[in-house]
C-alpha cells in the first residue's frame, strides 16, 4: 500500500509543528524545509486546520502550529481524514466495478481485511509517537531548531 502525496504531506505538517512546539510558523518555512510545493503544502493545512488540528492565523505575523497536543493527534485518523480512496483493487469501486469474477472472487475479503488491519495499525500512534526521541535527528534533517516537546 502507498499512502498519497496529501497524506503524506500532512503527516509532514503534523511533525514539522510538533517539532515547533507551540511556535507559529509560515506554510512557506515548511515548504521550503522539505521542498515541496507552498500551493499544494497550503491546500493540507487548510483542510488541517478545518478538521482542528492545527490553528492558522492571517497577516504580517501569521502562521500555523498545532491546535492539539501531539499525544491527542492520531496518526489513524489523520490518514483517513486524508486519503482519498483505499480502493485496492477495482472490486473495491463498486460504481465502476467491471471485473466479472467479483461475485466469486475471495481478493476483495483479503484486500479489506489487509487494508483494515493496516489502519488498525496506524490508530495505535500518535504524532508524539512520530517524533519522541527523533526531535535532534528530525530537526537537523529539516534545517531547523527544535524546542523540547514536554
Known amino acids: 500500500m502507498k499512502i498519497n502525496t496529501f497524506t503524506n504531506l500532512a503527516f509532514r505538517v503534523l ?3 510538533a517539532l515547533r512546539n507551540n511556535k507559529t510558523v509560515k506554510t512557506s518555512e515548511i515548504a521550503d524545509a522539505y521542498f515541496v510545493s507552498y500551493n499544494h503544502l497550503k491546500k493540507v ?5 478545518e478538521h482542528g488540528y492545527i490553528l492558522g492565523t492571517k497577516g504580517r505575523g501569521g502562521g ?3 491546535a492539539l497536543d501531539p ?3 492520531n496518526i489513524g485518523k489523520v490518514f483517513r481524514l486524508t486519503v482519498e480512496d483505499v480502493a485496492l483493487a477495482e472490486c473495491f469501486a463498486s ?4 471485473c466479472v469474477i467479483s ?6 475479503t ?7 488491519k493496516f489502519i488498525a495499525e496506524l490508530d495505535q500512534y500518535t504524532l ?4 519522541e526521541g527523533r526531535e535532534g535527528a528530525l530537526a537537523m534533517h529539516l534545517a531547523i531548531e527544535f524546542i523540547e516537546l514536554e
Open 128 to 131: 508524539y509517537d512520530l517524533v
Open 64 to 66: 500555523v502550529r498545532l
Open 15 to 17: 511533525i514539522y509543528l
Open 110 to 116: 483479503i484486500l479489506q481485511d489487509a487494508t483494515s
Open 45 to 49: 493545512i487548510t483542510l488541517l486546520i
Open 95 to 98: 460504481p465502476t466495478n467491471k
Open 103 to 108: 461475485p466469486s472472487c475471495r481478493l476483495r
Open 71 to 73: 499525544k491527542a493527534i
